[in-house]
């Protein structure tokens, strides 16, 4: 129509266009239909104008439906390319970019597919990593080292399923191939969940349809008996995924929402059959051969898929009970806890020990053949690949009706693994410490101490002994050898070159080191609270020194923050914004690189902050960024574009004056004038509040992200569980106020206002935290 040609005039306008092609867009919601141009540059896709029949009209979905009508994506930002099937042919291609973004392209053949695929390559040499199936040797490779990662406990039990699920192809753009994980658990009715009961979880070795004994003997009879002379045996007539169980689960958040209307007609399907209970649904898939569903990652990370935030009317069922939030075991206290405890189940070392058992079922040598008869894991024939060949048919009409068939059976993954998937190794002894929960009352004393020129500002501690100090009179210094009278101590860098600190900033939030490779010689500091409002960039490398001074704002840097990879730095002012800088792939390495722009400007200026702003947070893992204010509000940005999602508000009304990100996907806000603290799930539920008994100075997040420091005014250190608190470890306190901390794998920096640097062992770990987000997000 003539919207659609007007979006194609706008998007193909100031580039050369090399080719263009037939596609579709892959989304949730549907299949976009249109065109896709492909420029020295650039890759656009043009719709052509139909909206997916699966939401057409649905208000939800129209913003997302307005945004796929013209897509354009820099070549340059492309940083994975992988090949995937759509309805069992491989004519699909799946791109990602820098932000995590990502998607889904069908073409009319395989033809067409290598001709994008291979132009791509050719602009793109350096920054595409193809997962490609047909390169066996390369795929095994990489599949090979995945698992040994896994075996060595590199990766926990989620990151390597939602790892194994991408190189099978699952995507969370397609729902017919959305990403599965297991059930683990069997108990929804006990009081208290014991993680050190064997009984309370699910059998891994056995698929939801032979988890009862009677159940199982009904499944292998029906195989038994069944006979027909074009349909092979199979134990269950349905699947552990396909669209409509991801839209069961995913019910109650948009654009979902829409998408299960739209697939009953514009209304909510019978109450009965809807997502009401967790113990309910697993009954329900023990003990039925037409239910036999897994689950999928949201519920080991995203609380708000059992919540109604939305306020449907989801109708009442039979027994008389309104279906509104998903009802709970009654040993969750609520969504988020449920989601904690779900994800600790996942990772814990009954799990780990038999992960493998279900491995071999879904991506394994158990997937399909004797192996798999054996195992009652045996589906219907068309949910296998090889079984049917949609492109060998002639009749349209015969395609769209397998093409529906297969969109209601379920898709089987592509087996990855044709023998027996090896168990994980046994989980390393405990630290002499002890682990989590138990803390040892018995104050930690320091095992070194130093005491330095001038008061530290900021510390940045690297795996070894080595450290980088910056003190209050701008002098960047690396330590190295034990903490200790012996250290020795290198000025970094030229003093003068570095403006003066203005008077009233607090420097500590002022400036910020980063080492993209924990090494601090090659640590990079930003500073502000520069008296001429400029934001530095200066680095330990190569002799050190400023590479780049900033002169955006208008008025004093309060704060600045770098993202780990050195690729994002965010600063707030007292002019009331925040100003997020991208440096690219490169990060500030690249400031040193031949071309470099000399004033690079902000990607974005983050506006409508109700006073001062205080502190800031980024995160290139969540991909977000934090900016809070003295009015008590803390907003969270999306890098990708600078938009606001979320506003945090203290519930003391008071200023804000330390943020954290978790990568966990947790906001911790710290307040001075209440001696409080609160943390937030990054979708807004608030987890818990605490006060203190004295001022927090400075706050940093262990390695791992799940235990919290706190160093307070007082002189004293705390550690606690990020989620719940528990106390860790007790400090011996410090001889005068903590003014900042670091730390590393290999133990605790903390320094104070009388110019000691103390050295303390580390926090023992706080167990797997439960991310209050999806990080392997689904496509915007």
């Given at each position: 129509?003539?919207?659609?040609?007007?979006?194609?005039?706008?998007?193909?306008?100031?580039?050369?266009?090399?080719?263009?092609?037939?596609?579709?867009?892959?989304?949730?919601?549907?299949?976009?239909?249109?065109?896709?141009?492909?420029?020295?540059?650039?890759?656009?896709?043009?719709?052509?104008?139909?909206?997916?029949?699966?939401?057409?009209?649905?208000?939800?979905?129209?913003?997302?439906?307005?945004?796929?009508?013209?897509?354009?994506?820099?070549?340059?930002?492309?940083?994975?390319?992988?090949?995937?099937?759509?309805?069992?042919?491989?004519?699909?291609?799946?791109?990602?970019?820098?932000?995590?973004?990502?998607?889904?392209?069908?073409?009319?053949?395989?033809?067409?597919?290598?001709?994008?695929?291979?132009?791509?390559?050719?602009?793109?040499?350096?920054?595409?990593?193809?997962?490609?199936?047909?390169?066996?040797?390369?795929?095994?490779?990489?599949?090979?080292?995945?698992?040994?990662?896994?075996?060595?406990?590199?990766?926990?039990?989620?990151?390597?399923?939602?790892?194994?699920?991408?190189?099978?192809?699952?995507?969370?753009?397609?729902?017919?191939?959305?990403?599965?994980?297991?059930?683990?658990?069997?108990?929804?009715?006990?009081?208290?969940?014991?993680?050190?009961?064997?009984?309370?979880?699910?059998d891994l070795s056995k698929p939801m349809g032979a988890q009862d004994p009677a159940q199982a003997d009904l499944v292998r009879q029906t195989y038994e008996l069944f006979d027909d002379p074009d349909i092979p045996r199979f134990h269950y007539g349905s699947h552990y995924s396909t669209m409509g169980f991801v839209l069961y689960y995913l019910l109650r958040l948009e654009p979902f929402t829409s998408h299960h209307k739209a697939l009953q007609s514009g209304r909510f399907d019978h109450a009965d059959r809807l997502f009401h209970s967790l113990g309910q649904t697993y009954h329900s898939c023990t003990h039925s051969s037409s239910d036999v569903k897994e689950l999928i990652p949201e519920l080991f990370c995203l609380p708000d898929v059992l919540l109604n935030r939305n306020g449907l009317s989801l109708g009442t069922r039979q027994d008389g009970q309104?279906?509104?939030?998903?009802?709970?075991?009654?040993?969750?206290?609520?969504?988020?806890?449920?989601?904690?405890?779900?994800?600790?189940?996942?990772?814990?070392?009954?799990?780990?020990?038999?992960?493998?058992?279900?491995?071999?079922?879904?991506?394994?040598?158990?997937?399909?053949?004797?192996?798999?008869?054996?195992?009652l894991n045996v589906f219907f024939y068309l949910t296998y690949e090889g079984t049917v060949d949609l492109s060998g048919l002639s009749s349209a009409e015969g395609r769209r009706a397998l093409q529906a068939q297969i969109e209601n059976f379920g898709q089987t993954p592509p087996q990855l693994f044709t023998?027996?998937?090896?168990?994980?190794?046994?989980?390393?002894?405990?630290?002499?410490?002890?682990?989590?929960?138990?803390?040892?009352?018995?104050?930690?004393?320091?095992?070194?101490?130093?005491?330095?020129?001038?008061?530290?500002?900021?510390?940045?501690?690297?795996?070894?002994?080595?450290?980088?100090?910056?003190?209050?009179?701008?002098?960047?210094?690396?330590?190295?050898?034990?903490?200790?009278?012996?250290?020795?101590?290198?000025?970094?860098?030229?003093?003068?070159?570095?403006?003066?600190?203005?008077?009233?900033?607090?420097?500590?939030?002022?400036?910020?080191l980063a080492a993209t490779d924990g090494q601090p010689s090659k640590a990079w500091l930003a500073s502000g609270g520069h008296w001429d409002g400029s934001l530095c960039l200066s680095t330990a490398h190569g002799g050190g020194g400023l590479r780049l001074r900033l002169a955006v704002h208008s008025e004093t840097v309060t704060c600045v923050a770098l993202s780990r990879c050195a690729r994002y730095v965010l600063s707030g002012s007292l002019d009331a914004t925040a100003l997020l800088w991208d440096f690219g792939r490169a990060g500030l390495a690249g400031l040193a690189a031949p071309g470099a722009e000399a004033s690079p400007r902000p990607s974005h200026v983050l506006r409508g902050h109700g006073g001062d702003v205080l502190c800031v947070a980024v995160s290139s893992v969540l991909r977000v960024c934090a900016v809070a204010s003295r009015d008590g509000h803390a907003c969270l940005y999306l890098l990708r574009d600078g938009r606001r999602v979320r506003t945090f508000t203290s519930p003391d009304a008071t200023p804000i004056d330390a943020v954290l990100l978790s990568d966990a996907g947790y906001v911790l806000l710290s307040s001075s004038a209440a001696t409080a603290l609160h943390l937030f799930a990054l979708n807004g539920q608030r987890v818990w509040s605490a006060r203190l008994d004295g001022g927090?100075?400075?706050?940093?997040?262990?390695?791992?992200?799940?235990?919290?420091?706190?160093?307070?005014d007082t002189g004293d250190v705390l550690a606690w569980a990020l989620f719940d608190r528990t106390p860790l470890i007790t400090y011996e306190a410090c001889p005068g106020p903590v003014v900042c901390l670091a730390v590393s794998e290999a133990h605790l920096l903390v320094a104070t206002s009388t110019r000691h640097v103390l050295k303390y062992p580390p926090p023992p770990q706080a167990g797997l935290l439960t991310p209050g987000l999806v990080v392997a997000r689904p496509p915007r």
């Open positions: 129509g003539e919207a659609a040609a007007e979006a194609e005039a706008v998007a193909l306008e100031g580039d050369s266009q090399v080719f263009s092609l037939e596609a579709d867009l892959v989304r949730p919601h549907g299949l976009l239909p249109g065109r896709l141009y492909l420029s020295d540059s650039k890759l656009r896709f043009i719709s052509s104008g139909e909206a997916p029949s699966r939401v057409a009209g649905a208000p939800a979905c129209s913003e997302q439906v307005a945004r796929d009508a013209a897509l354009s994506w820099p070549l340059s930002s492309v940083a994975q390319m992988q090949r995937r099937r759509y309805l069992m042919v491989h004519t699909a291609l799946e791109l990602l970019d820098d932000d995590g973004d990502s998607i889904l392209l069908n073409f009319r053949t395989k033809r067409s597919r290598t001709q994008v695929r291979s132009w791509i390559k050719r602009k793109c040499s350096l920054t595409y990593r193809d997962r490609d199936r047909s390169a066996r040797t390369a795929f095994g490779k990489m599949l090979s080292e995945l698992q040994e990662a896994w075996q060595r406990r590199e990766l926990s039990n989620f990151d390597y399923l939602m790892k194994l699920n991408e190189m099978a192809g699952r995507s969370y753009n397609d729902l017919n191939q959305y990403p599965v994980l297991p059930w683990v658990l069997s108990d929804y009715a006990s009081p208290t969940l014991n993680l050190a009961d064997p009984a309370v979880f699910r309104a279906v509104d939030d998903v009802r709970l075991p009654p040993w969750a206290s609520d969504a988020v806890d449920f989601v904690a405890k779900h994800r600790a189940a996942l990772e814990c070392d009954h799990v780990s020990e038999r992960l493998h058992q279900w491995v071999d079922l879904i991506f394994g040598a158990k997937q399909r053949g004797p192996a798999a008869a054996g195992a023998s027996p998937h090896p168990r994980r190794r046994p989980a390393p002894p405990p630290p002499p410490l002890g682990a989590w929960p138990i803390c040892d009352p018995t104050p930690v004393r320091p095992v070194g101490a130093l005491r330095v020129p001038s008061v530290p500002a900021a510390l940045h501690s690297g795996g070894d002994d080595s450290f980088l100090l910056l003190d209050m009179e701008r002098q960047l210094t690396l330590y190295r050898g034990p903490v200790g009278e012996g250290a020795r101590a290198s000025a970094i860098g030229d003093v003068a070159a570095l403006p003066a600190f203005a008077p009233g900033v607090t420097i500590a939030r002022a400036v910020c927090v100075s400075c706050l940093s997040l262990s390695p791992c992200h799940n235990a919290l420091l706190l160093g307070l």
